[in-house]
């Protein structure tokens, strides 16, 4: 592969990469910071890709390593900083029963790593169950029931009840059933 | 499959149903979210650090190119470089 192409190749992946990047952070600068290591490992070790294979496979590898070697650091530097971001998630906004993505990002951050990573590969790479076991040095079943359980787990975070309704009427009702509940 | 991802800039308050309005699929709603996710990247410019970086590998290649053209026409020149 000529270095030319190699880079079209690289510039082609950077979306994705970016994408990907940011679903698994949660951060956008972390993520273009992820991308940008990622974009230098590949080009320092250029000869260990292999032409004709999935090059986009081969980038998230790098930048799920990378990820998570700067993750046990970062776990060491800042213990909480996942327990506190959580406390801020507990009431997901959705007014007038639509989505916010940073509320969608967010949510995502509440799952377990290994559940998320798999769902972005298979729900947004595109990546078949195949690809990502491979990708994830598991099996393909590890990876169908993370995603299943993933799915599961946003659907509770994010969905609470269809018929929900935000008004006077129901937040009074709501109220008086908590203190009905708590003075019992 | 999407209807209005494509038209246009991404508007976070608008275009994609919260779960449970999304009547089809469950995962309709999850898989929506990262399209727009994807699109949105998409957009954005590729930062210039990031291009700066990829510049690296025309330096890479310009000198092979350089000495494709020597060797094709004066070889003598190369060492008198």
Redesign the interface.
């Known amino acids: 592969m ?3 192409s ?2 079209k190749a ?2 082609e992946a ?3 990469l ?2 990907f990047a ?2 698994l952070s949660g951060n956008r600068d972390r993520a ?1 910071d992820l ?2 290591e990622t ?2 490992k590949a ?1 320092a070790n250029r000869e260990r890709y292999t032409p004709g294979t999935n090059l986009k496979a081969w980038l998230i590898t790098i930048l799920r390593n990378q990820y998570y070697t700067e993750g046990r650091k970062r776990k060491r530097e800042v213990a909480d900083s996942d327990g506190d971001h959580a406390a801020t998630l507990t009431a997901i906004p ?9 509320d ?2 967010s949510a995502l951050q509440c799952l377990p790593e290994d559940q998320r990573e798999a ?2 590969l298979i ?2 790479s595109g990546f078949s169950y195949e690809e990502a076991a491979a990708m994830l040095d598991t099996r393909v079943g590890t990876v169908k029931s993370r995603v299943s359980r993933a ?1 599961a787990r ?2 509770e975070l ?6 929900f309704v935000r008004d006077d009427a129901a937040i009074q009702a709501s109220t008086d059933m908590l203190n009905r509940a708590l003075n019992a | 499959m999407v209807q209005n991802v494509k038209a246009g800039k991404p508007r976070f308050s608008d275009g994609a149903a919260a779960p449970g309005q999304v009547g089809k699929t469950k995962e309709d709603w999850i898989g929506n979210q990262f399209r727009r996710i994807y699109d949105e990247a998409l957009d954005d410019d590729i930062p210039d650090d990031m291009m700066s970086l990829l510049e690296q590998l025309d330096g890479i290649s310009l000198p092979s190119a350089e000495s494709d053209d020597n060797t094709s026409s004066t070889p003598g020149e190369e060492t008198s470089k």
Do not use: C, W, Y
Request: hydrophobic share 45%.
């Open positions: 000529s270095e030319a190699f880079k690289l510039v950077i979306p994705s970016r994408a940011r679903s273009d991308v940008q974009l230098a080009i959705q007014q007038n029963g639509h989505l916010e993505l940073t969608f990002l769902l972005i729900g947004a799915r946003l659907e994010m969905s609470g009840s269809p018929d």
